[in-house]
T-cell receptor, first 116, second 110 residues
Framework: GAVVSQHPSWVICKSGTSVKIECRSL??????MFWYRQFPKQSLMLMAT?????????EQGVEKDKFLINHASLTLSTLTVTSAHPEDSSFYIC????????????FGEGSRLTVL | AQRVTQPEKLLSVFKGAPVELKCNYS??????LFWYVQYSRQRLQLLLR??SRESIKGFTADLNKGETSFHLKKPFAQEEDSAMYYC????????????FGKGTLLTVNP
């Protein structure tokens, strides 16, 4: 199947700093990428939908100035957590839909963010 | 609003026993339903979707529109089936956003 790669897999940062997480589709062009957040022992919560070349669409309750999403190319979307605080600590997962969508989304391995 | 409910957080069965993971949904239109699985230390991956009407790794799931359910079943569970299972709903058409249930952790004991 298609491969989606996230980097970094885990990151620890100090409160107040910004952290960037990359999501790449390695062998296909992803017209749409989705960013999720997962708290321990809870489900995935959709944060935003990212379409190549346009602004991301954020879900209700997600601060767009806090979680900056950029989808500059058909193979790369980035999530930047700005001025991170301990409550931003979470598992962030991206998924991608490729151009010839057949109903399946491909997921990255996730990135664990810990804010001290 | 769309909602997916998986009533069981944990499900434990013995190897060879039948297993059923429940999923109910709430959506006014004609959604697409999926089951995703996450094995230990691996990424989330698609197990099956209702429009395919296929059996994957011995699992099947039938969409029951009357009961708004999409339960996942396997007649004889195997130890390697132990994983986290998520039921998910997409509105369909050109809307690909997935809404996930909270997941059910299946443990198959030897």
């Amino acid at each position: 199947g298609a491969v989606v790669s996230q980097h970094p897999s885990w990151v620890i940062c100090k409160s107040g700093t910004s952290v960037k997480i990359e999501c790449r589709s390695l062998d296909f062009q992803a017209t749409t990428m989705f960013w999720y957040r997962q708290f321990p022992k809870q489900s995935l919560m959709l944060m935003a939908t990212s379409n190549e070349g346009s602004k991301a669409t954020y879900e209700q309750g997600v601060e767009k100035d806090k979680f900056l999403i950029n989808h500059a190319s058909l193979t790369l979307s980035t999530l930047t957590v700005t001025s991170a605080h301990p409550e931003d600590s979470s598992f962030y997962i991206c998924s991608a839909r490729f151009r010839g969508y057949t109903g399946e989304l491909f997921f990255g391995e996730g990135s664990r963010l810990t804010v001290l | 609003a769309q909602r997916v409910t998986q009533p069981e957080k944990l499900l434990s069965v013995f190897k060879g026993a039948p297993v059923e993971l429940k999923c109910n949904y709430s959506y006014s239109g004609s959604p697409e339903l999926f089951w995703y699985v996450q094995y230990s230390r691996q990424r989330l991956q698609l197990l099956l979707r209702h429009i395919s009407r296929e059996s994957i790794k011995g699992f099947t799931a039938d969409l029951n529109k009357g009961e708004t359910s999409f339960h996942l079943k396997k007649p004889f569970a195997q130890e390697e089936d132990s994983a986290m299972y998520y039921c998910a709903l997409s509105p369909g058409g050109s809307n690909y956003k997935l809404t996930f249930g909270k997941g059910t952790l299946l443990t198959v004991n030897p």
